[in-house]
């Protein structure tokens, strides 16, 4: 069954709010009777909410026994596979501040084999980290809101941890240097602390 969700006007940075990735699957589980439906939802909201914490334990914990990340680029997979693999993904993306993001989901899919959702990833990068990822950034002292159209195959084991995570995206659609006053407080927060 699908579901469609308005995207949310493009506005400034502080319309990221991680939360909205995890509420827009919630109202989904809310109206979802099937318990293999409801599984697969529940551990996608806490491998989520355990990224945006972020937690590398927590999504760890989501995680099958051999998982397998596919990031689709230009025809190449170059995701992390297994589970050193996805841990160091994880330290990587911790480390380099850019885990603040919102999938403003406007479709999603669930059957008993997992999930997909689509709709636009908006993420802030600080300027080091975006320019060291090769994406646009002329001032690496600055952050950036760069956003993507992405879709993204959840995959969960019968156990009810996830497997795979296949993503395709669009590359940026929409690279914006932010000023200050227009970062989430939470980020200007966690930002003052490492500079």
Do not use: C
């Not at 690496?140 to 992405?150: A, K, T, V």
Request: charged share 25%; net charge negative; glycine share 8%.
């Amino acid at each position: 069954m699908l579901h469609f969700r308005k995207r949310r006007p493009a506005g400034s940075a502080d319309a990221v709010d991680p939360a909205g990735t995890w509420r827009a699957i919630e109202a989904r589980l809310a109206t979802t009777t099937d318990p293999r439906h409801r599984q697969i939802m529940e551990i996608v909201i806490e491998n989520v909410k355990q990224a945006a914490a972020p937690s590398l334990g927590g999504v760890m914990a989501t995680l099958g026994p051999d998982p397998a990340y596919h990031f689709w680029n230009d025809g190449d997979d170059i995701g992390p596979k297994a589970r050193d693999g996805v841990r160091a993904y994880y330290e990587g993306l911790f480390q380099s501040y850019a885990y603040v993001m919102e999938f403003v989901i406007d479709r999603m899919f669930v059957d008993n084999g997992g999930m997909v959702t689509e709709g636009f990833l908006r993420q802030i990068y600080p300027g080091k980290s975006a320019f060291q990822m090769g994406l646009i950034a002329d001032d690496p002292g600055s952050d950036y809101l760069i956003e993507f159209r992405q879709m993204i195959v959840w995959v969960v084991d019968t156990a009810g941890k996830i497997q795979n995570v296949d993503s395709y995206n669009s590359g940026p659609s929409r690279v914006k240097k932010l000023t200050r006053e227009q970062l989430p407080q939470a980020y200007v927060e966690m930002m003052n602390e490492t500079r």
